[in-house]
């Protein structure tokens, strides 16, 4: 089963618009790590959140963590064309373990 | 630094025929994860190593599936004998921290 669920399955927006995709995950966590997979190629580590940290920036990404209910987003600002790619939560499936279990994706399209 | 390795990038095999993926880590990493992405059932993880230690490989699916790291530069995964259903992209990623996870481009296994 999954430990991560994102939502929303498929995200389209407009160039400049921001996007935000949401992760909900089921066991206690010591971090969660969000990827980029862009069509055809290997995940890309974008961000990752610790279980104490409820907010985190890098660049144009926005993470939050809200361990009290499971879940996290991720806000991207200002999209543009080139952030059109999945995007995954990962998140330890038992803590301590670095047995990385990825959510179901959300498929961002950023339309110039 | 070139980046996580994995050959071939495509596979066409016939059901019943042994097949190799390839895997060669960054340098200096000490863990090493093999995973699975089908659209049907999304990223699993198979196994992974520490240290040239394989820790879990309890999301390998069947006896069909093996794993070797014989040192710190190489990893294999096999399937002997292939069916059609294991059909799907496998990639083989590393890490240094166990928190951040560099993938490879990828295998895409197709088995007529």
């Known amino acids: 089963s999954q430990q991560g669920e994102e939502d929303p399955q498929a995200l389209s927006i407009q160039e400049g618009e921001n996007a935000t995709m949401n992760c909900s995950y089921k066991?206690?966590?010591?971090?969660l790590q969000w990827y980029r997979q862009n069509s055809g190629r290997g995940l890309v580590h974008l961000i990752l959140i610790r279980s104490n940290e409820r907010e985190k920036h890098s660049g144009r990404l926005r993470v939050t963590l809200d361990t009290s209910k499971k879940s996290s987003s991720l806000l991207i600002t200002a999209s543009r064309a080139a952030d059109t790619a999945s995007y995954f939560c990962?998140?330890?499936?038992?803590?301590?373990?670095?047995?990385?279990?990825f959510g179901t994706g959300t498929r961002l399209k950023v339309l110039a | 630094d070139a980046g996580v390795i994995q050959s071939p990038r495509h596979e066409v095999t016939e059901m019943g025929q042994e097949v190799t993926l390839r895997c060669k880590p960054i340098s200096g990493h000490n863990s090493l994860f093999w995973y699975r992405q089908t659209m049907m059932r999304g990223l699993e993880l198979l196994i992974y190593?520490?240290?040239?230690?394989?820790?879990?490989d309890s999301g390998m699916p069947e006896d069909r599936f093996s794993a070797k790291m014989p040192n710190a530069s190489f990893s294999t995964l096999k399937i002997q004998p292939s069916e059609p259903r294991d059909s799907a992209v496998y990639f083989c990623?590393?890490?240094?921290?166990?928190?951040?996870?560099?993938f490879g481009s990828g295998t895409q296994l197709s088995v007529l």
């Open positions: 990623a590393s890490s240094f921290t166990k928190e951040k996870l560099f």
């Open positions: 066991t206690s966590i010591n971090n």
């Open positions: 990962a998140t330890e499936l038992t803590s301590g373990t670095y047995k990385y279990i």
């Open positions: 190593f520490n240290n040239n230690v394989p820790i879990d």
